[in-house]
């Protein structure tokens, strides 16, 4: 083989990008599930803040509108990079709940249970992003590497802030 086809056949293994098209697809992958996990928890994020009665109910009414706000931006964020590496962002919700790593939660009108819920859900979400930048640093995807490494630096904060509040009920 020529250094000519050599060179060919390195660019039709690459996307527009320059990444690896097979480690941008196992990638991507990833972050359709973690696209999933995003929107199921902004779907209970969203019945919390419908629902919620109690003692809490003006303080955690305010906090839920503003998390699901945020997840929202990062709904977004999550489904245009995936589109950026070249693949389709998963859109259906019969989907999500196949291959999200957080599931539905049951009508909940406790602000303290729904806070719980939230902050397993939170710990679930940031293990999914520490394995996928594992794997964008594996890949060099430097797009996805800024992206996880973001989120997971918001989302420990907001653990704290969780476990803060639990800590007092």
Do not use: C, P
């Not at 480690?23 to 599930?33: P, Q, V």
């Amino acid at each position: 083989m020529s250094n000519t086809n050599t060179i060919e056949l390195e660019i039709n293994n690459t996307s527009l990008l320059g990444l690896d098209k097979k480690k941008s697809k196992e990638l991507a992958g990833r972050l359709n599930i973690l696209l999933a996990s995003y929107s199921i928890l902004y779907q209970n994020v969203r019945g919390y803040h419908w629902n919620i009665k109690g003692d809490n109910f003006f303080e955690l009414h305010v906090k839920f509108e503003n998390l699901y706000n945020h997840l929202s931006l990062k709904i977004d964020e999550i489904a245009e990079r995936i589109v950026t590496l070249g693949y389709t962002a998963n859109h259906n919700f019969s989907e999500y709940k196949i291959i999200s790593k957080i599931s539905e939660s049951a009508l909940i009108k406790d602000g303290v249970a729904e806070s719980q819920f939230i902050l397993n859900s939170l710990k679930t979400i940031i293990n999914e992003q520490r394995e996928i930048l594992v794997l964008a640093k594996k890949f060099e995807d430097e797009g996805s590497i800024t992206l996880m490494s973001n989120y997971i630096t918001e989302q420990e904060k907001m653990v704290w802030m969780y476990t803060s509040f639990l800590e007092t009920n």
